[in-house]
């Protein structure tokens, strides 16, 4: 699998939340960090943490989320990638971009944003 392809898969996890968590969190090295607004703008690091984390933010999911990858860019080790998503409970579509560090074919960093 390509860093590419890792990133895809992220996403395709992120889409079905709690019933891929165990897909979800595969795709993170052992000490990777994880930073995002949603539940926390605090690091969580390494497995357990980002697994707590990724559970705290599915106890209120949003409903008929529809997340949409805009873009992926992969340079080295590093990559990027632009979405929008979608819900009901939203007051309109929301961007992001995250920034991921990969190595090993595992995520070692991920942060991310919300774009204006």
């Known amino acids: 699998m390509d860093d590419r392809q890792l990133i895809e898969r992220y996403f395709s996890a992120m889409r079905r939340g709690s019933s891929a968590e165990a897909d979800l969190v595969g795709l993170f090295a052992e000490n ?4 995002e607004p949603f539940v926390s703008n605090e690091p969580a690091v390494g497995i357990e943490e980002i697994r707590a984390r990724l559970r705290r ?26 979405w ?5 409970a939203l007051p309109g579509p929301v961007r992001g971009m995250d920034t991921y560090a990969i190595e090993g074919g595992k995520i070692t960093r991920l942060e991310v944003r919300l774009l204006e």
């Open 32 to 35: 990777a960090v994880y930073i």
């Open 57 to 82: 933010g599915w106890e209120n999911p949003l409903p008929e989320l529809e997340l949409d990858v805009l873009s992926i860019e992969v340079s080295g080790p590093d990559a990027t990638a632009q």
């Open 84 to 88: 929008v998503c979608r819900s009901p």
